[in-house]
């Protein structure tokens, strides 16, 4: 029995190999070389040259060996035309089979095929979510707070909003239109500081976001959320240096912990109660987030 | 429904999606007329030549506009607009070209031909089930969208280009709007195209533009493409059925890696990344081994304007394009020298070249 699981476990580990690639390649060589003898136009010709010289794994390794810049952003693997190849190789051997009346070949290309897709593997993912819809694709009650920031400016007369949300909130928000100005961008604190841009953000800046990172999290450890939510409340009521004219927050919850293992929701945060008894007000709210607003002036 | 500018209702957004397919498909096709005399030689792949040959041509002139605008740090709705014009006056010639070819189909010898070499693609059962395997990516693509992370930057780059009227200049991430675009994102004009998309299709959200569109009009054009490279190494014109169906069902099952050429056509054909290796790479590719098979260097000058048309639509699409196209060209012509052995072709595919020498020398001296 647990042979045949550690079987499993090593065919589960090649299926999901990132590097099958490899067997594509090695794949393609094989046809290739299949068609030594009958096809010595296309494997001198221009094709396969190019294939060899370029847009082969074996060249994009080289590539990569020599000039590690190109494999600095992601690597380049992207550029290896083996689909290309397989295919026309799959294609001369079906063309051989017919003009023989070879049957075996035939079958051996059906065997090749089975091979291909089974290296090849997973099809390909995506995750659902109706893109013709209004959400254009972004998380659906996202949209509905982008909307009413921008309804609420429309009505304020003011051409930006300078807000603060959740992450993911804030790494969409401009995509929705760029008259949204989150205080950080996307992947924000971290991304700012690898390209030596946290010089950019002063140092009450810097605890606010982790302060809201910390409210965020849900699944964090025992925490008290109501304090938080008043002290971030607090905060960005105080320091005017925080350029957010539009704060978001999420209808938060206090969490506690079931025998230190599972997390178990207790009771809403009054997140209402905090922002409005400090000079903000209330935007609109969805299911799960708030949308404030902090009074000009005051 | 408020974003970048304007509102939604159904009636606008299918005006909207007619303006979006006519500067997307339209003004591609008709470009292409330009170089009839060029693409009819392989006239079963005419629509597909055609509109590839469309779309790089103006792929090129929104890279040259775009790259002295943002030089000049000129405005990005200007520049739409010299982009408009010069799409249309190239359409315009293309119209011409295509005028003339139909005046020469009318005739019968011309009638008789073309039933001949014709190429019965609704009797061919694989080419059947491949186009169905095609469309049934196409229909998952639209129904079901592919989050991505890089939107974030990517169509927030086209985003801000629209609000703020500027071309490439900080970047999307980031609203303090004091972190500089880097040198490599503002070589390749792909978001300011998409950006200026949503303006010619009366604000048409960018999202929509990359996530639908792209895939919608150019996934059939990636693979059209491909089967008209395959097509040079097959023998019969059968063939291409057998093709298209094998290439459609290995690309379902591609996502063996993250950044498989498979996984990059059918879930972000919308990144310039994608676009080059689905689209620019083929086209030279193709176009480049057409040039080296000329006899004389007359016949050869159209095809190397295809292709340094291409090259440049490749810098377009990202600056993986621009430098790697140094490579494709020499490694194209090492290939052609073993097999073709025609030295004087060398010259024309190192001017081919010269435009992206020149924008590099611009951007890095």
């Known amino acids: ?43 001198l010709g221009y094709g396969v040259l190019s294939y060899f010289f370029l847009l082969c794994p074996l060249t994009v390794f080289l590539l990569v060996k020599c000039f590690p810049a190109l494999s600095l952003y992601y690597p380049i693997r992207w550029l290896c035309q083996i689909p290309l190849f397989i295919c026309i190789a799959a294609v001369l051997v079906l063309e051989r089979a017919d003009k023989e ?17 089974f290296l090849s593997g997973t099809p390909v993912f995506m995750e659902k979510a109706p893109a013709w819809s209004s959400s254009f694709g972004l ?47 996307k992947d924000i604190w971290e991304e700012q ?52 004219d539009y704060v978001v927050m999420h209808r938060g919850t206090d969490h506690w912990k079931d025998r230190g293992v599972k997390v178990k929701r207790l009771k809403k945060v009054d997140v209402e109660g905090a922002f409005l008894s400090r000079n903000y007000e209330e935007v609109g709210k969805t299911e799960n987030y708030y949308v404030f607003y902090r009074r000009a002036g005051e | 429904m408020y974003f970048t500018g304007g509102q939604v209702n159904d009636v606008n957004m299918i005006f909207q999606y007619g303006l979006a397919f006519f500067w997307m498909c339209v003004i591609p096709i008709l470009t292409g007329g330009i170089f009839i005399k060029v693409l009819v030689k392989h006239r079963r792949f005419l629509a597909v030549s055609a509109m590839g040959t469309g779309l790089v041509l103006n792929y090129s002139v929104y890279q040259i506009a ?22 249309l006056f190239m359409a315009l010639l293309g119209v011409f070209g295509w005028y003339r070819y139909f005046q020469k189909e009318r005739k019968p010898e011309k009638q008789e031909e073309k039933c001949r070499d014709a190429y019965k693609w609704y009797k061919d059962p694989y080419f059947l089930m491949g186009a169905g395997l095609v469309a049934a990516q196409i229909l998952v693509i639209l129904l079901m969208s592919t989050p991505d992370k890089d939107d974030a930057f990517y169509t927030g780059l086209s985003s801000m280009c629209l609000s703020h009227d500027y071309v490439l200049k900080y970047s999307a991430y980031d609203g303090l709007m004091q972190m500089p675009i880097e040198t490599r994102y503002i070589m390749a004009a792909l978001p300011v195209y998409q950006a200026s998309l949503c303006l010619m299709s009366g ?66 054909i919308w990144q310039g990344k994608a ?91």
Not at chain 1, 103 to 112: H, I, N, Q
Not at chain 2, 226 to 247: I, V
């Open chain 2, 275 to 365: 676009l080059f290796i689905t689209i620019g790479l083929p086209f030279v590719w193709y176009f480049m081994n057409r040039a080296w098979e000329q006899e004389s260097l007359k016949e050869a000058l159209p095809y190397w304007i295809l292709v340094t048309a291409g090259l440049l639509a490749s810098a377009f699409m990202g600056e993986t394009g621009l430098y790697l196209n140094f490579l494709v060209v020499g490694v194209s012509a090492l290939a052609n020298l073993i097999v073709r052995k025609k030295w004087k072709n060398c010259i024309f595919a190192a001017c081919s070249l010269l435009p992206e020498v020149f924008l590099m020398a611009v951007f890095l001296l």
């Open chain 1, 139 to 185: 998380n659906q009650e996202y949209v509905q707070v982008y909307d009413l920031v921008l309804a609420d400016m429309e009505g304020k007369g003011l051409e930006k909003a300078h807000v603060w949300g959740p992450k993911d909130w804030m790494k969409d928000c401009r995509v929705y239109s760029a008259d949204f100005y989150p205080v950080y961008g």
């Open chain 1, 193 to 244: 500081a690898a390209l030596g841009y946290e010089t950019a953000y002063s140092d009450t800046q810097k605890m606010l976001y982790e302060f809201y990172s910390t409210y965020e999290s849900v699944k964090g450890p025992l925490s008290n959320k109501w304090q938080q939510v008043e002290v971030l409340a607090d905060t960005l009521n105080l320091n005017t240096d925080v350029a957010c």
């Open chain 2, 66 to 87: 775009a790259m002295v605008f943002i030089l000049l740090d000129g405005s990005f709705r200007l520049l739409t607009w010299i982009y408009i014009g010069a799409s």
């Open chain 1, 101 to 117: 009346q070879d049957w075996k070949k035939l079958f051996g290309t059906g065997a090749f095929l089975f091979l291909m897709v």
């Open chain 2, 203 to 268: 604000r048409l959200h960018t999202l929509i533009i990359c996530h639908n569109l792209y895939p919608l009009f150019y996934m059939p054009l990636a693979y059209g493409l491909y089967c008209m490279l395959a097509d040079k190494w097959m023998e019969k014109k059968e063939d291409l059925g057998r093709f298209l169906l094998f290439f459609a069902f290995l690309h379902m099952f591609g996502n063996y890696y993250v950044f498989s050429p498979e996984n990059f056509l059918i879930t972000r």
């Open chain 1, 1 to 43: 029995m647990a042979e045949i699981k550690e079987s499993m476990e090593l065919g589960y580990y090649f299926m999901n190999l990132e590097d099958k690639y490899w067997g594509l390649f090695l794949i393609s060589l094989a046809v290739l070389f299949f068609f030594l003898g009958k096809k010595k136009g296309f494997l």
